[in-house]
Nanobody, 124 residues
Framework: VQLQASGGGLVQAGGSLRLSCVAS????????RAWFRQAPGKEREFVAASRWSSGTTYYSDSVKGRFTITRDNAKNTLYLQMNSLKPEDTAVYYC??????????????????WGQGTLVTVSS
């Protein structure tokens, strides 16, 4: 079972990037899939999640209105469209899959599957 994240890079503030996370080894169509990020010296923090069973999406307050999480179950791929990027968005972005209850969607420890991370750097 593997999650492979890609799409990171260097972008100027105000720019956009789209991250992708391809799953292999099993089908995650019934899971909740999410994006987390970790900046240097900081704890891993929740960014966004997509719950398959209800189609519900969740966002952190810091990215709401700028980032959009989508999924293509036929391709077993999760996406994160990031617009209006800010320097404080600079971090390694990780995709994850798990089965959290609603109140735990934002808790990294609940997710059992993780990708290797992709670095996003936003210059000012």
């Amino acid at each position: 079972v593997q999650l492979q994240a890609s799409g990171g890079g260097l972008v100027q503030a105000g720019g956009s990037l789209r991250l992708s996370c391809v799953a292999s080894g099993r089908t995650f169509s019934t899971y909740t899939r999410a994006w987390f990020r970790q900046a240097p010296g900081k704890e891993r923090e929740f960014v966004a999640a997509s719950r398959w069973s209800s189609g519900t999406t969740y966002y952190s307050d810091s990215v709401k209105g700028r980032f959009t999480i989508t999924r293509d179950n036929a391709k077993n791929t999760l996406y994160l469209q990031m617009n209006s990027l800010k320097p404080e968005d600079t971090a390694v972005y990780y995709c994850a899959a798990g089965t959290p209850i609603t109140s735990a969607v934002r808790v990294p420890a609940i997710y059992g599957y993780w990708g290797q991370g992709t670095l996003v750097t936003v210059s000012s």
